[in-house]
């Protein structure tokens, strides 16, 4: 694999700084510019999810509001969302893909104004493994979020894509088990999601987490594994957090911190 | 103990709920107002101070401009801030207390603008497990952030006092030992503070997170324990969490994921 550093080089004065668990070598750091403030925006929580609160809490008009990409899925989970260019796109486990209107819920989202303040070219076939371990090293710390815009040919990419579910909702674990994994083939598109620090496990998936849909919007879904041959990383740096819990009663009697957490995100979000 | 409800009595109408962890018994909640959306702020992260992230990354100033009411620490953890009306005190291990200057830096503090949504009466001696229960039963629901303000006459009341730390700054569980626990007798004031949800741990202090000051401003502390006689709870739901991230390189390098994060959080605060 090639990759090619579009970073504009600036100076970065360094102290004697500690290692962090999962920080970048002090190579890739120095080719950063300046951090600025930047906002994630998010709605419920991904425990909120796991526990099966499925009922919109806001509209995509209003979630668009706070940023012109992200991810996240539909009321009564009936489906992948990825926002790209304020434009909320809902893949189906049947298999389509469609422009959602504003007035759709969403249970769960998180959206960002999408600035690049780092992009890198890569050439020559990418793992998803090697891939996610260049992004960890791309950011200026494992301490902050991190927006992922992945612009890419790939050999290929494995999808999968949550069912609409019916009352009474049954939490998130009991409806990804017998959801397929589609495979598609010499695909071009564009994956959007985030890398987020460990302190928001619960809060979001900490780690990265993203959602294809490719160019011709004709399929898509909660990324599982890919080979990409050639794209674009871009990476947008946020420092700021905010997060917006639903009024609904289920989310208020939610059970938000089960001893099997990390388990359950692993199992809903990973496999 | 003899409590007297103040609220303003509103229907609630109920669908079939799971009791949630450390949620309120359905007749608590009947009592309480529509929940209203209403935004806590925070800066940094309590496991970036556990971590001895020290070095404050905003003033007083902009502080405020979040919320009238909070607490939180000061640059080089040079003594506890409580934040009522507007006005930041300092509250110093040498027993000072001095009214905080705008440009004085803060590593660590949340604020919100205080609005009581919720209201109750003491009268008769309750000690601070039993005020504890209280304030987990007077909320809508354990998922949410409360803003706790208790102004009240106590039998006694014991406090502790981070000391001023020189660089390089030492993690926190090694500041904390060794601070003096006073005791104050008769005394009359407020303790400002926040319940915050289980998921919220590293984030900030799961669980109550009170300061005290007496309406002398001659004492006060982080509140370790207490037998209150008599006095007025006001609880402020908050529904939306805005967390801003410090800019530093101490920051960015803080590992903020220990394994023994939670033991850390009770040993710094709660012992």
Redesign the interface.
Known sequence: MTTTAKNTATSDP??H?????G?APRAHRARHSP?V?HEVFQTS?M??LLDGIYDGDMTLAELLGHGNFGLGTFEALDGEMIILDSVPWQLRVDGSVTRASLDQLTPFATVTNFVPSISEEIKGPLTRAELSELVDHLG??A??LYGLRITGDFEWITTRTVRRQKRPFPPMSQTTSDEPVVRQTQTSGVMAGFRT???EQ??NVAGCHVHYVNNEHTHGGHVVDFVMNSGLIEVCLG???????P?S?????????PDDLDEQVRAAEHH
Chains 1, 2 share one sequence.
């Not at 700084?17 to 668990?21: D, E, L, S, V």
């Not at 420092?239 to 819990?245: E, G, I, N, P, Y």
């Not at 009663?249 to 911190?257: C, G, K, P, R």
């Open positions: 360094q102290g700084r500690r290692p962090a668990r920080a951090v403030r929580l425990s909120a200026v710390s301490n902050y620090p460990l302190f619960g809060i420092t700021d957090l905010r997060v917006r819990l009024l009663e289920a989310f208020q009697d939610a059970d938000l911190a």
